[in-house]
């Protein structure tokens, strides 16, 4: 990674001067210098957690790779389950991710099965676990990839990557399943609905949550049907993107 990390710092004082020597004017330069000191913290940053996969506490992590939905990989959330206490809602967890508002998506699928008909829609979760775990009870209702889910998680209610979202949704309206937390004394809404609140910024959606705390506990909770997620999905409200 230190190589990685010279070899990046080379390319962007490259960049640097050679943008500088092409600066019209002292105001450009002056734009042009905050743009580059700026770029500079954000590796420094990148640096500094590329040096924590060194420390031996993160060995045997779990790393959740998320990619800009492209298959380009974008940024790895790394987590150490080894060291999680059960019962305790605190999540030893830290990002790799070299660009800020560039995290990604979380195991992007394109393309539902078609078992779902016309009806199907793109869905969003906020969590890996709670993507994951609807994928897998996809797979067991049937082998053949009839029930097959698109969309994809977003790794978290706060730092969604909006434009990548927005590309893969491509003018599809998704519907959202966002975390049925404890309520916001100040929104008066669960937790899990400041998601909803930032994806609305790059596209109206249909929203919905589950009776449990979020779909993860829902898939665990019972006898879970291919019907039981389409009453889910045809309960959604929807929800046009707000005027700016």
């Not at 050679?18 to 600066?23: F, G, K, L, R, V």
């Not at 957690?49 to 990989?73: E, F």
Request: with cysteine.
């Amino acid at each position: 990674s230190a190589d990685l990390i010279r070899t990046a710092k080379s390319h962007l004082e490259s960049d640097r001067d050679e943008e500088m020597e092409s600066a019209p004017n002292n105001n450009v330069a002056a734009k042009l210098e905050k743009k580059y000191e700026e770029e500079a913290k954000r590796l420094d940053t990148f640096a500094r957690s590329l040096d924590k996969l060194h420390n031996p506490m993160w060995q045997n992590a779990v790393c959740y790779i998320y990619t800009d939905g492209r298959d380009q990989a974008v940024s790895i959330n790394v987590r150490q389950h080894m060291l999680e206490h059960g019962g305790s809602s605190e999540k030893i967890v830290f990002r790799v991710q070299p660009l800020l508002g560039k995290r990604g998506l979380f195991c992007p699928i394109p393309t539902p099965g078609a078992g779902w008909g016309a009806s199907s829609k793109i869905l969003i979760t906020e969590g890996e676990h709670n993507w994951l775990s609807l994928c897998r009870l996809s797979d067991e209702w049937s082998s053949d990839g009839r029930y097959a889910l698109a969309g994809m998680a977003v790794g978290g209610k706060l730092g969604a990557d909006l434009s990548a979202i927005k590309r893969f949704c491509e003018g599809e309206r998704p519907v959202l399943l966002y975390d049925n937390d404890k309520i916001d004394p100040e929104t008066k809404r669960p937790g899990g609905y400041a998601l909803v609140e930032q994806v609305s910024q790059v596209t109206s959606m249909y929203v919905t949550t589950t009776p449990t705390k979020d779909a993860d506990d829902w898939v665990k909770s019972g006898d879970i049907r291919p019907c039981h997620l389409q009453e889910l999905v045809t309960s959604a409200r929807f929800l046009p993107q707000p005027c700016h």
